[in-house]
């Protein structure tokens, strides 16, 4: 076995489960360049390579010696994932779906708006969270995504359509603070200046709030933005919709939230998802608003309000657009900041809670 695999950063990767060369930071980069007794600017180089030119093969390295490719290829695989389909919507929406390297698939979904071009990426193939108005967990937890497997989710999509993407939102398939070493490394690589170089201001990671992993992110001071799927102003409705309502309790998720904002200033998205008859009336309007108010003086946050969408078992209903907007304007009258989700993707199975790779 190469030395490689016995030291350092890659001690605990076996030969046969070498990591993705795309999948390395460039500190990862930096060690295996220095382990192996060439110049640091090599490192520069080859994340340059494959994260700003995006060659699709080391082979394609034209200022790297034949020796140096030959290690790269020893030590890494260099695997793509590949778009196997792409719905477009009426209303510009696009869906994608990528066959991984295992033959798993994940859908990915783009929107464009008058700002530019946002992501939805997915974190991991399946959830294990088990939200009932969520598709993505219907037939549970396949496994993590690699980095590269995300980051390959916007390489691609911008080749596919020669586009820019400006906006990435880690809130496709997955819960991403359940894949945090990865999603970490993802940002890294994303916003590293010799790559695509994209402000960590304009992501944002959503969460159905999995507490000690908050505070962790939050330790780490990325100033990435977070999307907290509440759903409910108390544990009781919390609980039937949303299994981790039974490990967590809205006060300490609230606790938890207060401690990211403290550490990173970046405003706090609240998703709400409509259900007719379930957390759409007025009295619940009102739960929330003291939910809120109570607690959140000091923190800069805004509500979400998503119509639930249809994820083809007929547990919930769509609330009626009247009674949407009676909740709207009663956060609003008391002084609530919120927006309604403009629904988009409806026709291609795109919206919110509707990601879970089914082939058609």
């Known amino acids: 076995m190469n030395k490689i695999w016995q030291t350092g950063l890659f001690c605990h990767y076996e030969k046969s489960e070498m990591k993705n060369i795309r999948d390395l930071t460039k500190e990862e980069l930096n060690y295996y360049i220095n382990s192996i007794g060439e110049k640091e600017?090599?490192?520069?180089?080859?994340?340059?390579?494959?994260?700003?030119?995006?060659?699709?093969?080391?082979?394609?390295?034209?200022?790297?010696?034949n020796a140096l490719k030959n290690?790269?290829?020893?030590?890494?695989?260099?695997?793509?994932?590949?778009?196997?389909?792409?719905?477009?919507?009426?209303?510009?929406?696009?869906?994608?779906?990528?066959?991984?390297?295992?033959?798993?698939?994940?859908?990915?979904?783009?929107?464009?708006?008058?700002?530019?071009?946002?992501?939805?990426?997915?974190?991991?193939?399946?959830?294990?969270?088990?939200?009932?108005?969520?598709?993505?967990?219907?037939?549970?937890?396949?496994?993590?995504?690699?980095?590269?497997?995300?980051?390959?989710?916007?390489?691609e999509i911008e080749k596919d359509l020669n586009i820019n993407i400006g906006n990435i939102v880690i809130m496709g398939s997955g819960e991403p603070l359940n894949n945090l070493k990865n999603v970490i490394d993802f940002l890294k690589n994303i916003s590293d200046k010799d790559g695509k170089n994209i402000s960590l201001r304009n992501v944002t990671l959503s969460t159905c709030g999995i507490v000690e992993k908050i505070y962790e992110l939050a330790d780490l001071e990325l100033n990435i933005y977070l999307a907290i799927s509440l759903h409910a102003p108390n544990d009781d409705i919390r609980k039937k919709i949303m299994?981790?309502?039974?490990?967590?309790?809205?006060?300490?998720?609230?606790?938890?939230?207060?401690?990211?904002?403290?550490?990173?200033?970046?405003?706090?998205?609240?998703e709400y998802s409509i259900m007719r008859n379930i957390n759409d009336s007025i009295d619940i309007s009102n739960q929330l608003v003291d939910l809120l108010n109570?607690?959140?003086?000091?923190?800069?946050?805004?509500?979400?309000l998503i119509k639930v969408n249809d994820i083809g078992d007929k547990i919930f209903e769509e609330p009626n657009e009247e009674d949407i907007i009676r909740?709207?304007?009663?956060?609003?009258?008391?002084?609530?900041?919120?927006?309604?989700?403009?629904?988009?993707?409806?026709?291609?199975?795109?919206?919110?809670?509707?990601?879970?790779?089914?082939?058609?």
């Open 41 to 65: 600017y090599r490192a520069k180089q080859i994340f340059e390579w494959l994260h700003n030119k995006r060659i699709k093969s080391i082979d394609e390295m034209s200022n790297i010696s």
């Open 71 to 155: 290690s790269l290829k020893s030590n890494f695989i260099d695997e793509n994932i590949t778009i196997y389909k792409r719905y477009d919507s009426t209303d510009g929406s696009k869906k994608y779906v990528f066959r991984l390297y295992d033959g798993e698939f994940i859908e990915t979904v783009l929107l464009n708006a008058k700002y530019g071009y946002s992501i939805c990426i997915s974190s991991q193939v399946g959830c294990n969270m088990g939200c009932l108005f969520c598709a993505s967990g219907k037939n549970g937890l396949k496994r993590n995504l690699d980095v590269n497997e995300m980051l390959s989710q916007i390489y």
């Open 243 to 270: 299994p981790i309502a039974k490990i967590y309790s809205i006060d300490e998720l609230f606790k938890a939230i207060k401690y990211y904002y403290g550490k990173t200033k970046r405003r706090i998205t609240f």
């Open 294 to 304: 109570h607690n959140l003086k000091d923190v800069d946050y805004i509500v979400n």
């Open 327 to 360: 909740f709207k304007n009663n956060l609003v009258k008391n002084n609530i900041k919120v927006t309604i989700r403009r629904r988009q993707g409806i026709d291609i199975s795109a919206s919110c809670g509707q990601l879970v790779a089914k082939l058609r």
